[in-house]
């Protein structure tokens, strides 16, 4: 379905032509002064010039070509020479209408990729954190988006798997003399006190690296014990995740990226990339753009060892072999962006993806707490991840408590859940992901402002008011949306036909807040056309089918959304 801004652009543009004006950059826009018109088009401006002539003269006659047009219920020139322009509510109607209709609202995607989305990437072993959250919420909705726009999409966890954590795990129960595998208790109480002890300790700390080395080289009796790790802490993972409503279409990590590290490195000498440096081995990554230097890309330390950035280089090497993917997107804390620009870098220098691919990071900021600091637990500790959710649960249900609603006992558990999904998700999304925010529980619970649960209650409010038709009319409300009776709805109308660029938009910029900002646009005209107009008493049946039409877009709209950034409505709440 074609864009409404395009529809109306290409209506200026015959009107330029037909006065005589050259049309390649006419277009129209949504109108920055909305209290004067609701579309403009200042085309007019730059043709001034060459044509000789006060814009205000173009406009006119500009104008006088588009009398009468089915697409504008006014258009006027504004000096120096702007043309403001009303849409026609019929055509609205009708386009709403066919949008209403359409397979996602008439948004079509001209380009199919395939896509890889990197993020989540916790540390197996260590709990999850709240520096997680972000990267799970942020992740799971650029997936989402992906799917959504009409990409071929596969979500990889990358889980931190390899590392000295597994080293340090095994000497700490080694140093014990433990004869069992641990449990997931176990290991919650082993790891952080193996990872202290190595602070002060230098001999405990060589001898886990030790460990991490020949569990790498494939010892049998660390790699029994990794195996157990890994399988106790990826059921315990998935669990977590699943509660934030984030999954994953690929559970690989680091180690699996291991057989893939020698061939490469191989590969990179023998073709020149990589070449010795101080012992170890490195790649150039720096350009000549550059303002400033890049350091080159270690690739194997002085002892033989491997680094992060060569299993994120390995890694892609496998993602090539299996998917052959168009673009690769990592969602990962922004102080990784150095490590990101020289993988970028390493990989498509060494040719281990091809020019085109795209390789992009989306670096997110910290999640702070009300004192600007990165959030804490009240006693000062990092705040594990499950404490983090029950606590934004039981104030949801105190909400909820307060608000009255009357909930059935059985639903009432899943609701506040649904509830402080929305909120904590909202909270972190309706931000620009590049930047810090502050988790403020207060605000974020809030069943009003620009929060989670006000959407969720607006959503709320149309399921009521389709029900009660429903149970009065018997008609599902599939009627044609007739054109709007007051500015109010007309309003919701027109942000309603925004829905497919801002799609676009989104997935473009990578930007979820986008989604945010407009669903709590939808959120705010819906809530206005609401409190000024008589939906269910309303008499003129045809009128009120029409209400009936358009907020039910307004639900499916909103639905769709939230269904990308993650979280779900209630019935109730
Ligand atoms: N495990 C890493 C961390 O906790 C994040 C992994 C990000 N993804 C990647 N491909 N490097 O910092």
């Known amino acids: 379905m074609k864009e409404l801004l395009d529809i109306l652009g290409e209506e200026l543009k015959r009107g330029f032509r037909e006065a005589g004006y050259d049309d390649s950059k006419i277009s129209v826009s949504v109108s920055n002064r909305p209290d004067l018109c609701e579309y403009q088009c200042n085309g007019a401006m730059a043709l001034a010039k060459e044509a000789h002539k006060a814009?205000?003269?173009?406009?006119?006659?500009?104008?006088?070509?588009?009398?009468?047009?089915?697409?504008?219920?006014?258009?006027?020139?504004?000096?120096?020479?702007?043309?403001?322009?009303?849409?026609?509510?019929?055509?609205?109607?009708?386009?709403?209408?066919?949008?209403?209709?359409?397979?996602?609202?008439?948004?079509?995607?001209?380009?199919?990729?395939?896509?890889?989305?990197?993020?989540?990437?916790?540390?197996?072993?260590?709990?999850l954190h709240i520096g997680h959250l972000r990267a799970a919420i942020i992740g799971e909705a650029v997936k989402r988006l992906s799917k959504y726009v009409g990409n071929d999409t596969l979500g990889d966890i990358h889980m931190g798997d390899w590392g000295l954590q597994m080293g340090l795990i095994i000497a700490e129960m080694k140093e014990r003399g433990m004869d069992h595998m641990p449990s997931l208790d176990e290991l919650s109480e082993i790891y952080p006190a193996a990872s202290e002890r190595s602070k002060n300790d230098d001999l405990y700390k060589e001898k886990a690296m030790d460990i991490t080395f020949d569990l790498q080289h494939g010892n049998e009796e660390y790699l029994k014990i990794w195996r157990h790790i890994m399988d106790i802490s990826v059921a315990d993972l998935k669990q977590n995740y699943d509660k934030l409503n984030v999954s994953f279409e690929i559970w690989k990590g680091e180690?699996?990226?291991?057989?893939?590290?020698?061939?490469?490195?191989?590969?990179?000498?023998?073709?020149?990339?990589?070449?010795?440096?101080?012992?170890?081995?490195?790649?150039?990554?720096?350009?000549?753009k550059d303002a400033k230097e890049l350091p080159p890309c270690m690739i194997l330390k002085s002892d033989g060892a491997s680094l992060y950035t060569t299993t994120d280089l390995a890694t892609l090497v496998q993602r090539e072999q299996d998917y052959d993917?168009?673009?690769?997107?990592?969602?990962?804390?922004?102080?990784?962006?150095?490590?990101?620009?020289?993988?970028?870098?390493?990989?498509?220098?060494?040719?281990?993806?091809?020019?085109?691919?795209?390789?992009s990071f989306l670096g997110f900021g910290t999640m702070n707490g009300k004192d600007g600091k990165p959030f804490k637990t009240r006693s000062g500790g990092v705040m594990k991840l499950e404490s983090l959710l029950d606590e934004v649960y039981d104030k949801c249900l105190e909400r909820m408590n307060q608000s009255g609603a009357d909930i059935p006992e059985d639903e009432i558990k899943d609701t506040a859940a649904k509830i402080a999904l929305a909120a904590i998700k909202y909270g972190d999304l309706s931000n620009e992901a590049r930047k810090d925010y502050v988790f403020d529980i207060d605000k974020f619970t809030s069943f009003e402002g620009n929060t989670g649960p006000y959407i969720l209650y607006t959503m709320v409010r149309i399921k009521s008011i389709l029900r009660k038709y429903q149970e009065n009319k018997g008609d599902n409300g599939d009627a044609d949306i007739k054109p709007a009776h007051d500015e109010v709805e007309k309003s919701l109308m027109m942000t309603l036909a925004g829905f497919s660029p801002m799609i676009k938009g989104a997935w473009r910029e990578l930007a979820p807040h986008r989604i945010c900002a407009y669903i709590y646009q939808v959120a705010n005209d819906f809530n206005r056309f609401y409190h000024e107009t008589k939906i269910l008493t309303e008499e003129d049946e045809t009128r009120q089918r029409s209400y009936i039409a358009l907020i039910t877009l307004t639900l499916r709209i909103l639905e769709d959304a939230i269904d990308i950034l993650g979280f779900e409505a209630p019935e109730k709440m």
């Open 255 to 288: 180690s699996d990226a291991d057989p893939y590290i020698a061939p490469m490195v191989e590969k990179m000498k023998k073709e020149g990339y990589a070449y010795e440096s101080q012992g170890a081995l490195v790649v150039d990554v720096s350009e000549e």
């Open 55 to 127: 814009p205000f003269m173009i406009a006119d006659e500009v104008i006088e070509k588009i009398k009468g047009s089915e697409y504008f219920s006014n258009a006027e020139c504004v000096k120096p020479g702007f043309i403001n322009l009303n849409i026609n509510p019929a055509f609205l109607a009708s386009y709403l209408s066919e949008e209403a209709s359409s397979e996602k609202f008439g948004m079509e995607m001209i380009v199919k990729e395939k896509a890889v989305i990197d993020y989540g990437g916790p540390n197996v072993a260590k709990p």
């Open 325 to 359: 993917p168009d673009t690769v997107i990592y969602v990962v804390d922004k102080r990784q962006d150095l490590h990101f620009e020289q993988v970028f870098r390493a990989a498509k220098k060494c040719g281990i993806v091809p020019e085109d691919t795209r390789l």
